[in-house]
């Protein structure tokens, strides 16, 4: 495996570093401004939305692009060093029009859509002219096991209608979020893999309603992690993307990328969090040397340092995959990192904010914050217990391979001494 990037990569990273170091970072002030007093800062946005598309960072999430449309082709393995990059900066990811929920939404209107639905809604998403949701959690049942999703989605001439409640949906409440990719319950349907249908409803259909912005862990995400309520929402029968009862097959193929851009990006809040940690150890002093000197600080320094670049390695291998063999056949490693770096977030941060004394856990360093992020990254995009169960039962399904029809595999690891003769 060669995980060296590309010289198009290469050039893509020195060109979005100079472009964070130049311009994001000057802008962080004015966001939190903005943020501060509830505002989406799209007045900070815009502008530097406009220059990173002149200068071809934009899409570069994209493993393909269709002629005509604004970006530079790169492949998963070269895309995971540019989310590392602005994992650094959490909103940087939608000044290059590279943020969730939008870039797995535009992935499957790329594959699935038809011409009208890719002029009506994938066109102005690859634009950033508006921003999309994708509408599956529900508070009514036990959302890791998509099969039990109850949206009902039933048909009525030449529409469908849609009845449910969702929630913890997120991009919702952002002021250009138009559209919402639903996963909803077929009438009558049998197989629970194949009774889900992914409808795309306009954020302002009648019937659709934003009922609230749900706080986690005390922060009030400025796009929203809402709860939706749909009642009687009908939408015209050809705004349905793929195949009826093809919605569980569709989300699941969404993931896979989603969750090697969530895991880069968590690496770059790790790194971060390390660099942060080891500049205020050299400058902090109590009983008589720097807070560096002391062994526990340095075993965090240094645990950090190896389990970030354990999980950047198994990032790099799954993408890697991806590339090499499809989607399909790295849906083991996807799952890995989602659970690895979800998990380091946590502890890294964890140490860091103990490093930072009181201030870590305030908003003066953007360590609580990630922290909390992290927490969250647990759960969203399915709880680790279905990741370690994805894992387990992948390892099981090879064990049970080795073992063959009736050659138990362990005794040839254990042979049984011959009795003396
Ligand atoms: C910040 C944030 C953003 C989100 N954004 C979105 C979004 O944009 N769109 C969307 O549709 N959803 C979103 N979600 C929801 C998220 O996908 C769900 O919370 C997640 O899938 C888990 O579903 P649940 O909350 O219903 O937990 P449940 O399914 O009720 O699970 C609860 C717990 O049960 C245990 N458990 C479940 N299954 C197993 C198992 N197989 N083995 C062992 N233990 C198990 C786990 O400990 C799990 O944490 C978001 C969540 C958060 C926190």
Redesign the pocket.
Known sequence: MDFAPSPNAAALLARLQRFMDDLVLPSLADWQRWADAGVYPLDVLQPLQAQARELGLWNLFLPTLQAGQPGTRVDHLDYAPLAECMGRVPWSAEVFNCS??DSGNIELLQRFATPAQRTRWLDPLLRGEIRS???????D??????TQLATRIARDGEHWVLNGR???????AHPLCRLALV?ARCEGAADAHASHSMALVPLDTPGLQVERNIP?MDHQ?LEG?CEIVLRDVRIPADQLLGEPGSGFAMAQARLGPGRVHHAMRSIGQCELALELMCERALERRAFGGRIGDFANVQDWIAHSRLEIDQARLLVLQAAWKMDRLGNAAARVDASAIKLVTAQLQTRVLDRAMQVFGAMGLTPDTPLARLWS?GR???????????H??TVARHELGRAKTRRGGNAPYLRRWMPVAEPPR
């Open positions: 969730a929920p949701c994708f509408a599956m959690s529900e508070p049942v036990a959302s890791s096991d998509p969702k929630w913890f949906i997120t991009g919702a996963l986690v995400a992690h992020w969250a990254l647990r759960l969203l995009d399915g709880p680790d217990e279905v370690l169960r």
